[in-house]
């Protein structure tokens, strides 16, 4: 059986430290918005046969540095910019259709920065209601401590999720937002499946402490969850080679599985056992 639960400080101290660096970058750098939440332009291009993004990078980087593009059907170009003016559309559209013969742009619209600020706060308020009805559901189907603990140990990821893209400095747009919600759907699921297991053990283990009940029911399914890691893991490094137009959703979501496989393993259980374990001294103290 594994000693996960005596080692409760170690796993706190290196999360700790990262979101300590994450919270010092946050504080120093901030985040990088996209172009979802800072407000610019989006033109997309269809060049009407295969060709090379690189290529078209070199000559949209003249014009806008800030650029984000992604690859469209293979025969098309989305290029985002929050610093794109009228004059530096027209040159960078008109050395790209010259270079790029039969190309032309098909789309081309503003997000004005109120738009971009809307959206920042509705997703915002996505994850917290989320979160929220996540602690209301663990809630009723185990109990109120094993909610509190789950939902700790999604604030864990989203956090560490924060701190690899303000350390690194990557582009924080709607994909974005939509990968923290899919990593908290991952993870709590990971959660729940230990935290059943726990509560199934209770009816077997009733002499053991929580410590035991805990260390056991994570051992059980530790095997599951690193299984279940690998196969999305390989999965999301597929897309994020073979499908370019996607690498914004899949880089948050390997920081995030990843995490959330740790969290569920050596946040969440940790932190049913402190609940567990408070409670029961609070409990011996009123009855002295």
């Not at 040159?91 to 809307?118: H, L």
């Not at 597929?238 to 740790?262: E, Q, R």
Request: charge should be positive; include cysteine.
């Amino acid at each position: 059986m594994l000693r996960i639960i005596e080692k409760t400080k170690i796993w706190f101290a290196i999360s700790g430290i990262i979101i300590l660096i994450g919270m010092v970058s946050l504080a120093t750098k901030g985040l990088d918005y996209g172009l979802d939440f800072k407000g610019g332009t989006v033109i997309e291009i269809n060049m009407n046969k295969s060709f090379d993004k690189d290529q078209v990078d070199e000559i949209v980087k003249k014009y806008a540095p800030d650029y984000q593009s992604n690859k469209v059907n293979n025969t098309s170009i989305e290029i985002k910019s929050a610093n794109l003016t009228n004059e530096g559309i027209n040159s960078m559209v008109k050395e790209i259709t010259t270079t790029f013969k039969g190309s032309a742009v098909t789309n081309q619209e503003n997000i004005g920065a109120s738009i971009g600020k809307e959206t920042r706060n509705k997703a915002v308020q996505a994850v917290i209601i989320a979160a929220v009805a996540m602690l209301i559901y663990v809630g009723i189907r185990f109990e109120f401590k094993f909610g509190v603990a789950a939902i700790l140990s999604l604030v864990h990821d989203v956090l560490i999720m924060l701190t690899v893209y303000s350390v690194f400095q990557i582009p924080v747009d709607s994909m974005f937002i939509a990968a923290i919600l899919t990593v908290i759907g991952y993870s709590i699921n990971d959660t729940i499946v230990v935290f059943d297991r726990i509560r199934e053990n209770q009816k077997y283990m009733r002499k053991s402490n929580v410590t035991e009940l805990a260390d056991a029911s994570i051992t059980q399914t530790m095997t599951r969850s690193i299984n279940t890691v690998v196969t999305v893991l390989i999965t999301l490094i597929s897309v994020y080679i073979f499908v370019p137009s996607l690498d914004n959703f899949a880089k948050p979501l390997l920081v995030g599985i990843i995490s959330g496989c740790y969290s569920s393993i050596f946040i969440a259980s940790p932190f049913w056992v402190i609940f567990k374990n408070h409670s029961a001294k609070k409990k011996l103290a009123i009855s002295k």
